[in-house]
């Protein structure tokens, strides 16, 4: 059962199937394969089968449905939803559950959406390997030796698994389509601002951005146009209308410019260029016009973005003190309350997040604040002026999504080289824009060939541009490629 998240939805409503058959196809294979892989945290098996029959039902009394219709969806697990745990993979909030459903659940389940369960991601979605998590590292359909990027890793290896239709994910430097590209699926960053960040849990707020993991462009299209819009209950969604970026998909625009930076051709694996090339040829047959563009703070990008990342986190993360709500220490020794703090936190974090909450709250400390966060506030506009100048010679950007493909677990023990995964990622959520990772080719050079992806940018709030343009290289390069491992 291999089926794209709009071919299952077209089945589900003309009765070739019931949503009940999808779920129970999905439990099984997740029975039989996660596991291994450890994608998920938590699978709503039962209330997923009661929520598919409720859709089956509806459908079958001629009523109407929503544009969801029975799909199976996995959340990924720093999403609050009222059903199952919300826990961050952080042992700090192993039994929490929410009251509430963030805004993103809430308009899934309007669209008659199934939620199956919680993926697994790096802590507080500090990492790019999916194994900062409290309950192990989560492995790579395609070689589970190696890691399936992160932090929406178990998202990603989901949908690449067949676990599910289509999963969210969050991305503050890439955690969308970082793994996206090592686990040869589509993911799609909205514009900061685009879709609400209501009842996600915070990383850095200025910064994050829940979005779509998918099979196809056309699944990533669907699902962001049933989640974005703006909420009353985020001050930083936009308050403007939604396009129809899924009934004018495949429509490529006649006349359009593709932008390839030179800071984006070096440090890569043979592959990852060749797989950016394949695309460049694409276009071309496409009649796009390739320009060279650009941008010179990609570099920097990295060291910015690792000062302002955690200096909000540092302040996001104070909440979790084991008085309110989360882990509280059990150990006696707590002399008074700064103790019970330190011993709580530290024992409910781990030790990337440690690391990220003190860097966070040095650059943020008396002494180093202008030398550090504010100087990174100042590049920051820098960055979003380059792409500025960028986008005037260009309607999207393309380059690689990441320098490599899925590198083995534990085998990037150094974190500035783990950091560095995020070369090409970091500097979208920076300057606030949109961007979208799809599968362009393989790396043969391992056991197993290795996916590896391309990433395609555009300006602020054309995600519909971006997905035609997306959709076009799609069609252009061939159809997804599964996991020999998938059945």
């Known amino acids: 059962m291999i089926a794209d998240l709009v071919e299952l939805r077209d089945e589900i409503r003309a009765r070739k199937t019931t949503s009940r058959v999808a779920v129970d196809g999905y439990i099984q ?14 699978v709503f098996v039962d209330e997923a089968r009661a929520a598919a029959e409720i859709v089956d039902a509806k459908i079958a009394a001629g009523k109407p449905v929503g544009p969801l219709a029975g799909v199976p969806i996995a959340i990924k697990d720093n999403i609050v939803t009222r059903l199952g745990r919300t826990t961050c993979s952080s042992r700090i909030l192993e039994n929490y559950r929410s009251p509430f459903d963030a805004t993103v659940i809430e308009r899934l389940l309007a669209a008659d959406a199934v939620l199956l369960g919680k993926t697994n991601l790096d802590e507080f979605a500090m990492g790019s390997s999916c194994e900062n998590c409290a309950w192990g590292a989560v492995k790579n359909p395609w070689d589970e030796s190696r890691v399936p990027g992160g932090s929406s890793g178990g998202s990603a290896s989901a949908v690449a698994a067949n676990l599910c239709a289509g999963a969210l994910g969050s991305d503050t430097g890439g955690s969308i389509r970082q793994p996206a590209s090592l686990c040869g699926v589509v993911g799609l960053k909205p514009t900061y601002g685009r879709v609400s960040r209501y009842g996600l849990v915070a990383f850095g707020s200025s910064l994050d951005q829940i979005g779509p993991i998918t099979h196809s462009v056309r699944d990533a299209a669907l699902l962001y146009q049933c989640m974005a819009g703006d909420d009353p209950h985020d001050s930083t969604c936009a308050p403007r209308p939604v396009e129809d970026v899924v009934t004018t998909l495949e429509e490529t625009p006649r006349v359009f410019r593709v932008g390839l930076p030179a800071q984006y051709r070096t440090g890569n694996s043979p592959a990852v260029d060749q797989a950016v090339a394949r695309a460049v040829d694409a276009f ?7 320009v060279d563009i650009d941008l ?15 200096a909000e986190a540092s302040s996001n993360l104070a909440r979790f003190d084991g008085i309110r709500y989360g882990h509280r220490t059990k150990s006696k020794d707590a002399a008074d309350l700064f103790d019970l703090y330190a011993q709580s936190r530290a024992e409910g974090f781990g030790k990337e997040v440690q690391r990220r909450i003190v860097l966070g709250t040095y650059v943020l400390s008396a002494g180093y604040y202008d030398a550090y966060y504010r100087r990174a506030l100042q590049i920051r506009g820098l960055i979003k002026r380059e792409f500025d100048a960028a986008f005037s010679k260009c309607d999207v950007i393309l380059g690689p999504t990441a320098p490599t493909a899925a590198f083995p677990i534990g085998g990037m023990t150094d974190p500035l080289a783990m950091y560095m995964c995020d070369v090409y990622t970091v500097n979208t959520n920076i300057a606030g824009i949109c961007g979208v990772s799809l599968p362009a080719g393989f790396d043969e050079t391992t056991d197993r060939r290795l996916p590896v992806g391309v990433q395609l940018q555009a300006q602020a709030f054309e995600e519909p541009k971006l997905l035609k343009i997306a959709r076009a290289l799609e069609r252009a390069i061939g159809g997804r490629a599964t996991p020999t491992t998938v059945a």
């Open 29 to 42: 294979r997740i029975e039989k394969r996660d596991a291994s892989l450890n994608a998920y945290h938590e």
């Open 284 to 290: 071309r047959a496409l009649g796009a016009t390739i």
């Open 296 to 310: 010179p703070l990609t570099d920097v990008g990295i060291s910015t973005y690792y000062v302002i990342a955690p």
